[in-house]
Structure formats: structure tokens, C-alpha cells
Nanobody, 121 residues
């Protein structure tokens, strides 16, 4: 029943910045572990960044230092601030949630529709 809707994708040049947004439903959103994943054509979906209900963040090595994940529990939104974008960042970016409140685990069971990010060189 939890719905996630991503926005903010687009076409940018290498070196540019983008901020992705994920609007979420759910009465216990503040207790969800949230994450961003991405998938390029012909490739497996890969983890990009995660933020737990307590605020702890994790990043894939490929984006560490360039991307920042954050959340606003009042507005029920998760953000992915992307800087110094590279062509290798081109993918469909998905917002994900573990809808089991305040869990110590991260087993994502809800997914958004995805938003396309294209980085040209």
C-alpha cells in the first residue's frame, strides 16, 4: 500500500548537479529505511544510497563524495542530491522503502516507478 513517486530526473552535461525527490505515502514513513537504486540498460539494478530511520546513511563506492541522501519526515520525502555527474551515472533511478517500521534490517519491499537521469559528455 506504500506508494513512492520519484521526480527530478533529466538530461544534464557531465559535471552538472541534479536533485532527485521521492514522495512517499505511509503512516509510519518516519520509521522506514529508505534507499535509492539505479539501473542502466542491460545491467542489474544496483544500490546507490540508503538512509535509515535513525538517519544513518550509506553510499555505493561509485557515488561516495558526490551524492548525498537526505529525508524530510514531515513532508515524507527522500532526496538524492547528485553532484559532479558522470556519464556512468546515466540510469533509471528508483526510490525504495523497507516499510517495516524501525527495523534493524534493510529489506526493501516498495519501489517507485523510476526517473531517468541521463548525463552527456
Amino acid at each position: 500500500q506504500v506508494q513512492l513517486v520519484e521526480s527530478g530526473g533529466g538530461l544534464v552535461q557531465a559535471g552538472a548537479s541534479l536533485r532527485l525527490s521521492c514522495a512517499a505515502s505511509g503512516r509510519t514513513f518516519s520509521g522506514y529505511n529508505m534507499g535509492w537504486f539505479r539501473q542502466a540498460p542491460g545491467k542489474e539494478r544496483e544500490f546507490v544510497a540508503g538512509i535509515r530511520w535513525g538517519g544513518r546513511t550509506n553510499y555505493a563506492d561509485s557515488v561516495k563524495g558526490r551524492f548525498t541522501i537526505s529525508r524530510d519526515n514531515v513532508q515524507k520525502k527522500v532526496y538524492l542530491q547528485m553532484s559532479s555527474l558522470k556519464p556512468a551515472d546515466t540510469a533509471v533511478y528508483y526510490c525504495a522503502a523497507d516499510t517495516r517500521p524501525y527495523t534493524a534490517e534493510e529489506q526493501y519491499n516498495a519501489w517507485g516507478q523510476g526517473t531517468q537521469v541521463t548525463v552527456s559528455s
